[in-house]
């Protein structure tokens, strides 16, 4: 009678480790450091919500109050003082510029960030267009973050006329 109850207990627990596989979120984060000569730093997690779905959540702080362009560029390096070593913003699919839910937009459009009057901001939003990857070709990581010195307009092409580029980080 004992040998059975284990017998029957440990095929239960066994059951139910086969059950469904838990999918892991992927994440991937990028710490943004001043470019052009600014103090705007911050810190900016991505992570795969969805099929087509990535959540952007982050702070950042040291900037001029008001709305500044937020974009994903195509390479991740932040070694030139200005950030042009990242070149411009990802745009696999070839469109032009646009906001961040647009169906005309660069992969990279992810609009703006408000700062406040003591020169923060917080974001946390969804967008799609882009994967928590470094193989498909929507994938941003190995790419660079970048904040700009003013807003984006939403419609310049292909820059969104938002100025020189003040913080710089790379997605890993």
């Not at 440990?10 to 992927?26: H, K, M, R, S």
């Not at 992969?107 to 928590?132: Q, W």
């Amino acid at each position: 009678m004992k040998r059975f109850v284990i017998t029957t207990a440990l095929a239960a627990i066994a059951a139910g480790c086969a059950g469904p596989a838990v999918q892991q979120e992927t994440t991937a984060t990028a710490v943004l450091e001043p470019r052009s000569g600014s103090q705007v730093r911050g810190n900016v997690t991505f992570t795969q919500a969805g099929p087509d779905i990535v959540r952007v959540s982050g702070n950042f702080s040291g900037h001029s109050k008001g709305p500044k362009g937020f974009h994903i560029h195509e390479k991740g390096d932040c070694s030139d003082p200005k950030g042009m070593s990242t070149g411009g913003h990802f745009n696999p699919t070839g469109r032009k510029h646009g906001g961040p839910y647009e169906s005309e937009k660069h992969a990279g459009d992810l609009g703006n960030i408000n700062f406040n009057d003591k020169g923060t901001a917080s974001i946390n939003f969804v967008v799609g267009g882009i994967s928590v990857s470094r193989d498909k070709p929507d994938g941003i990581i190995g790419r660079a973050i970048i904040v700009h010195m003013d807003a984006d307009d939403l419609k310049t092409d292909p820059t969104g006329n938002a100025g020189g580029r003040v913080a710089c980080g790379v997605i890993r």
